[in-house]
C-alpha cells in the first residue's frame, strides 16, 4: 500500500489550520487522518477511529490535558476539527481503574467528559484509545489484515508475518472490557507498534501523527505481501446458461421478494443497487458461491450495514423471469427462517429482550449478473453494495490464505443487537414515501423539477427524465444527490425501455410514476394540419400511454402496487379556442387514467390525475401566456389570475396535488383539480 505522507502537505494542512485557529496537534490528526480515510482498502463508509493527545485551554486559560478523537457521524476521508471532540484525558485514564462499566454508563461518562457539551459523541472505542501512552492511535479494519486474520489459520499466521511488532487479541466486543484488554496487553508487550484485533481490524500508535500512518501502512504491506505469495483462487465457475436474464430484469423481482407488506396497501420496500466487475462476477459464478459467499462478514461494523449472511440466489435465465421468480423466492423465504432461527437462539442466550430486525438480506449475491446491495434508501443500498465489493475482495483474498474464516454468529448478534445500535433505531425517523422509486418526466421543466424535488423531499429516491439532459441534470440538483438524471425521449420506445433500465439498475424498480411531460401546439380546428395533430398524439397521449405500459410492468414484477399519476391538464375537460390538437390528446390520456385504474387495481396499482390550469412553465411561457389571454379575450394578469380564488396556480401546488395522490392508498380514477376553482372545467 502506498504511503502518501507528505512533508508539504502536511506543512500545509498546519498552516491553513492555524488560520482557522486549529492547533498543530489537530491539524496533523485531521491530515493523516484524511489520507486513511481516503482509501478504502483501510477504512469505508464512516469505519475506523482515529485521536491524538494534546492540550488545550478552558475558560480560564489553563491547559487541559484532553484527547481528541474521532466523533459519532464523521467520516475520516472528510473529518475536520469539530468532528473530533476533545475529552479531559485524566478521568478517563482513571476508568482503568473500574472493573465493569455498561455501554450505556460509558456514553454517559464520556459525554460527561466533553469539553464542549454540544459535541457529537465520542467513538465506542475513546476509552482504548485513551488507555494507551501514545500521542497518536489510528484504527482501520484493512481488508488486507483481515484476509490474513480471517483465514483458517489466521491466527499463526499474524503471529508469523507481523511478529512481536503487533500485539494480538482475539476478538472482543467494543467497550470498556475491550479497551482493558489492549491497554493490558500493551503494557506487557511496551515494545509493540501496534494491536491486531483479530477479525476486526488493527491499531498502531506512535509519537507523532507520522510515526503512527507510517506503522498502518508499514503493516498493512505486509500483509499484503503474504497474500501475494499465496497461490491464486479463482472459484471453479459453474455452468451457466448461454443466455443469461438482464440485470434490469432480476432487479425487479429480487427487491419485490424482499419487500413486506403491512396491509392496508402499505409495504416497507427496499431500494436495490446493481453492481458489476470482472471480479464481482468471477465471484458469484462460482459453484460453491452458496458456500464461500454466504460465510459471514469480515468485520462486524459491518453488520449494521449487510446482516452477517449474503444472499446466495439463483441464476436467472434470459426469457424465464417467472422460473427465477420461484427459486428466488424460495432462497428468500429460507433466508428469512434462518434469520429468525439465529435471532431465536442468540436471542434467548442474550436474556430475552432484543427487538427483532427485519429479515430481508441486504446483499444478493446473482450467478452470470453480479451483486445488488439492499437498503431502505438509495444512500442505505449504495453502501450495502459498497461493503459487498469490498468483501468480495477481502474473502478472495483469505481463500487463498487456506479459507476463509469469519467469526462466530453469537459474537456478530451482539453486535448486530448491541443496545448502543438499537438505540440509534429506535431514534430514525422514516419518511412517508422511504423505499419508493418515483420516475417523473418532464422533469426538466418547472413542474417536472417541482415534482421532483416535494417527492425527494418526502424521501422517495427520484429517477428525472427529460429530453434535455442538461436540463434534467439541473433539476436533479435540486432535488438530492441521490437523484438520477436520465435521458429520455418519451416519444420513442427504445429510449423509454433504455430510461426504465437504468432506473432498475439504479434503484431496483419503480413504484411512482409521474407522466408529466407535455407540450402545447395551437390551431383552429377545422384548419388544423393532420401532422401536427399527430404530433400532439405522440407526445400528450401516446407518451403517458408508452410510460404507463413500462412502469406497469415493472410494478407487476415487483408485486407490490404502485401509483400511475398523469398530468392530464383543464384542456381534458374544458377545451379552450384554438386549443384542440392539445386538448385533444389530453382527453384522451383522462381516459387512459380511467382505463388503467380499472385493469390494475387488482394489481394494488392506482391511477390518478391532476387537472392543473395556467401554471408558468416551459409550456406555459410567457408568449403563450399573450396568445391564450387573446384568444379568451382578457389581458395577461386577468388570465393567470381568472379563476374564483383569484390566485395564480405555481409549479409547488401542482406537486402537493401529485404528492397527496402518491400517498392516499384508497384512491383510484381520481382526477383532482389544482385550478384555483373554473366553473367551466368542474368535474361531472
Ligand atoms: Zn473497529
Not at 575 to 590: D, E, R, S, T, V
Not at 611 to 617: G, H, T
Not at 671 to 681: K, P, Y
Request: proline share 4%.
Amino acid at each position: 500500500m502506498r504511503n502518501l505522507w507528505s512533508d508539504e502537505e502536511a506543512a500545509a494542512t498546519v498552516e491553513r489550520s492555524r488560520a482557522g485557529g486549529v492547533a498543530e496537534d489537530l491539524a496533523l490528526r485531521i491530515y493523516t487522518s484524511r489520507l486513511i480515510g481516503g482509501e478504502p482498502a483501510l477504512v469505508i463508509h464512516g469505519g475506523g477511529n482515529t485521536s491524538v493527545k494534546t492540550v488545550v485551554p478552558d475558560l480560564f486559560g489553563r491547559d487541559v490535558e484532553a484527547i481528541c478523537v474521532k466523533g459519532s457521524g464523521w467520516d475520516l476521508a472528510t473529518i475536520e476539527a469539530p468532528g473530533l471532540p476533545a475529552l479531559r484525558l485524566s478521568p478517563l485514564r482513571e476508568a482503568r481503574r473500574l472493573n465493569a462499566l455498561s455501554d450505556e454508563e460509558m456514553v454517559r461518562f464520556l459525554r460527561a467528559n466533553l469539553l464542549d457539551p454540544a459535541a457529537p459523541n465520542p467513538s465506542v472505542e475513546t476509552l482504548l484509545h485513551a488507555f494507551l501512552p501514545h500521542k497518536f492511535v489510528d484504527h482501520t479494519h484493512a481488508t488486507a489484515i483481515l484476509s490474513c486474520s480471517d483465514s483458517r489459520q489466521g491466527v499463526d499466521l499474524c503471529a508469523q508475518i507481523f511478529g512481536a511488532r503487533l500485539v494480538a487479541l482475539p476478538y472482543v466486543m467494543p467497550g470498556f472490557l475491550l479497551a482493558k484488554a489492549v491497554a493490558d496487553a500493551y503494557d506487557a508487550a511496551p515494545a509493540a507498534e501496534g494491536v491486531l484485533l483479530h477479525k476486526h481490524g488493527l491499531f498502531t500508535f506512535g509519537a507523532t501523527a507520522r510515526q503512527s500512518y507510517d506503522r498502518m501502512i508499514e503493516f498493512v504491506s505486509i500483509a499484503e505481501r503474504a497474500i501475494a505469495a499465496a497461490p491464486a483462487w479463482t472459484p471453479a465457475p459453474r455452468l451457466l446458461q448461454s443466455k443469461i436474464a438482464d440485470a434490469a430484469d432480476v432487479a425487479p423481482v429480487l427487491r419485490g421478494l424482499c419487500a413486506e407488506g403491512l396491509g392496508g396497501g402499505r409495504w416497507r420496500r427496499f431500494i436495490a443497487q446493481h453492481r458489476s466487475s470482472p471480479q464481482i462476477r468471477a465471484f458469484v459464478d462460482g459453484e460453491d458461491l452458496a458456500d464461500y459467499g454466504a460465510r459471514g462478514v469480515i468485520t462486524p461494523d459491518h453488520i449494521i450495514r449487510t446482516k452477517n449472511k449474503y444472499l446466495p440466489a439463483p441464476a436467472p435465465r434470459a426469457g424465464d423471469i417467472e422460473r427465477f421468480r420461484d427459486e428466488a423466492a424460495r432462497a428468500i423465504s429460507d433466508y428469512r427462517a434462518c434469520y429468525g432461527a439465529y435471532f431465536d437462539r442468540n436471542n434467548a442466550r442474550a436474556g430475552g429482550a432484543k427487538s427483532r430486525l427485519d429479515s430481508a438480506p441486504r446483499v444478493a449475491l446473482v450467478p452470470g449478473v453480479g451483486l445488488f446491495g439492499l437498503g431502505r434508501t438509495a444512500s442505505e443500498a449504495a453502501i450495502a453494495a459498497d461493503l459487498a465489493e469490498i468483501t468480495i475482495a477481502t474473502v478472495a483474498d483469505a481463500e487463498r490464505l487456506g479459507g476463509f474464516e469469519p467469526l462466530g454468529e453469537e459474537d456478530l448478534f451482539d453486535m448486530e443487537y448491541w443496545s448502543l445500535e438499537q438505540a440509534k433505531l429506535g431514534a430514525q425517523k422514516s419518511k412517508p414515501l422511504e423505499g419508493q422509486v418515483a420516475v417523473v418526466t418532464g422533469a426538466g421543466g418547472a413542474i417536472g423539477a417541482a415534482i421532483a424535488k416535494l417527492f425527494a423531499e418526502n424521501g422517495a429516491e427520484v429517477a428525472l427524465l427529460d429530453i434535455d439532459e442538461a436540463a434534467a441534470r439541473k433539476a436533479a440538483k435540486t432535488a438530492g444527490k441521490r437523484a438520477l438524471a436520465v435521458l429520455c425521449d418519451v416519444t420513442d420506445e427504445r429510449s423509454v425501455n433504455a430510461a426504465y433500465a437504468e432506473i432498475c439498475r439504479r434503484f431496483g424498480g419503480v413504484d411512482i410514476l409521474v407522466s408529466n411531460v407535455g407540450a402545447a401546439y395551437e390551431s383552429p380546428i377545422d384548419a388544423i394540419d393532420e401532422t401536427l395533430l399527430r404530433k400532439s398524439f405522440e407526445v400528450n397521449f401516446f407518451a403517458h400511454q408508452r410510460m404507463a405500459q413500462g412502469a406497469v410492468g415493472i410494478m407487476k414484477a415487483q408485486g407490490t402496487g404502485g401509483a400511475l399519476l398523469f398530468n392530464i391538464s383543464k384542456q381534458a375537460v374544458n377545451p379552450g379556442p384554438n386549443f384542440g390538437a392539445y386538448g385533444l390528446p389530453k382527453a384522451a390520456a383522462l381516459h387512459l387514467v380511467r382505463q388503467y385504474a380499472i385493469e390494475c387495481g387488482a394489481n394494488g396499482i392506482r391511477a390518478n390525475a391532476v387537472n392543473a390550469d395556467k401554471v408558468r412553465s416551459g409550456l406555459l411561457n410567457e408568449a403563450m401566456i399573450a396568445s391564450r389571454a387573446k384568444a379568451r379575450g382578457v389581458d395577461e394578469e386577468t388570465y393567470m389570475h381568472g379563476n374564483l380564488l383569484g390566485l395564480e396556480v405555481r409549479p409547488e401546488d401542482v406537486a402537493q396535488a401529485f404528492l397527496h395522490q402518491a400517498l392516499a392508498l384508497k384512491t383510484t380514477g381520481d382526477v383532482t383539480t389544482v385550478d384555483g376553482g373554473n366553473a367551466a372545467a368542474m368535474l361531472r
